[in-house]
């Protein structure tokens, strides 16, 4: 198609052949017509360049499955360490004029991987790319995004004699903003746009210049909840914290069925002192959905208290399944009938060592949106639905 900015005239003058009585004016014609196609063609590949498509060593199922729907082949890299555990990686084919789209997700050996990341944006950038998209399935560091802590070696007495002068000694935090210093990296490293999934905190993509598309695992929640719960519309969605509050509510709204939360406290990081529940769950099928869950103190301890109130199931349906350290033991001796994850994090190992663990792809999301990305479209429409 030729570009909105070429007028119908215009456009016939590139199709239609030129007759004139003068031969002198003839060429000029044709000259001035062949000028016209050049820069009507130009103006479509500088939109749409060639794609391609790269993975880190973090999720190449994934980013099989991506290129696998694109119908293209992904693209050749060699990644490696010296001996002294540097990274080293090696693009094998020119992306002179390309569309690039780097597929690592912050899992496993998360600093390792970052640093992955940041090497290839800038060996595709330095090789001329025209532009670079990180594929950022589960953003790194996304849980530190503001100052919520008391420097670690004052928590315990110093807080005590700030509150006896009433005064709120959680400003008085060093802890970092990494999501800030991650956000920054990525941007000089030559990042032109970033792609991910449930952000922990939305605000994070104001932690950018460049643009940012933040998909949403909901839609294919949803399809998952109608077709796997027989009793789906008897169910209540419920946010393990008040911080997921909002994302809870808009599922049961398009579930058409009632949510509650359960507001926790914590004594330190990982460690969760008291939950109280907000809503009635009884005699109701309880659907936790949360954002992340790491070790699963937080769900488990919430399905505890789910059934403690009259819950008959307990499911959990989590967008990000880290499960780290003592997490898939708690869930074995957990009461849920599922925990459901996404695919932005390796879950084969996960799934072998507990049943009770499935997943949903959502790769077709990513290549949806690489597709529109790279089309020049809008990706609004995976905000509500999930392509086919």
């Not at 909105?4 to 000259?31: F, G, H, W, Y």
Request: glycine residues 6%; contains cysteine.
């Amino acid at each position: 198609m030729p570009d909105k900015k070429c007028t119908e005239n215009e456009q016939n003058d590139c199709v239609m052949p030129v007759r004139s009585a003068n031969p002198i004016r003839a060429r000029s014609l044709i000259r001035d017509n062949l000028e016209k196609q050049a820069g009507c063609l130009n103006l479509i590949h500088s939109r749409m360049p060639n794609i391609k498509v790269f993975s880190g060593t973090s999720h190449p199922d994934l980013a099989q499955r991506i290129v696998d729907r694109l119908g293209i082949d992904l693209g050749k890299v060699v990644t490696k360490k010296f001996s002294n555990l540097e990274t080293c990686v090696e693009i094998g084919e020119s992306v002179r004029g390309e569309d690039v789209y780097i597929v690592q997700s912050g899992s496993g050996e998360i600093n390792d991987n970052l640093m992955e990341l940041l090497i290839m944006i800038n060996a595709c950038k330095i090789a001329s790319a025209s532009r670079v998209t990180a594929v950022i399935p589960c953003f790194p560091y996304a849980r530190q995004d503001k100052k919520d802590k008391l420097a670690g070696s004052e928590e315990n007495a110093e807080s005590k004699k700030l509150a006896k002068k009433n005064y709120d000694w959680k400003f008085r935090s060093r802890a970092p903003i990494s999501a800030k210093l991650v956000a920054n990296m990525l941007s000089v490293a030559g990042a032109d746009h970033i792609i991910t999934m449930d952000l922990h905190a939305s605000q994070i993509q104001g932690f950018f210049d460049i643009p940012v598309d933040n998909l949403y695992a909901e839609p294919a929640v949803l399809k998952w909840i109608k077709e796997n719960i027989p009793e789906w519309k008897n169910s209540i969605i419920v946010s393990p914290d008040a911080g997921g509050a909002k994302r809870v509510t808009s599922i049961a709204d398009r579930l058409n069925v009632e949510f509650a939360l359960i507001h926790k406290e914590r004594k330190k990081a990982n460690e969760v002192a008291s939950m109280v529940l907000v809503g009635d769950v009884k005699d109701k099928i309880a659907i936790l959905v949360d954002d992340m869950a790491d070790t699963c103190g937080t769900i488990v301890h919430a399905a505890d208290r789910l059934v403690e109130a009259g819950a008959t199931k307990v499911y959990a349906i989590l967008t990000h399944g880290i499960f780290s350290g003592p997490a898939i033991s708690r869930i074995n001796n957990a009461c849920f009938e599922a925990v459901v994850v996404t695919n932005t994090i390796p879950q084969d190992g996960h799934m072998r060592d507990c049943p009770k663990i499935q997943c949903i792809d959502v790769s077709m999301m990513f290549a949806e949106a690489v597709r529109r990305t790279h089309n020049g479209e809008s990706v609004s429409y995976l905000f509500s639905n999930v392509p086919y």
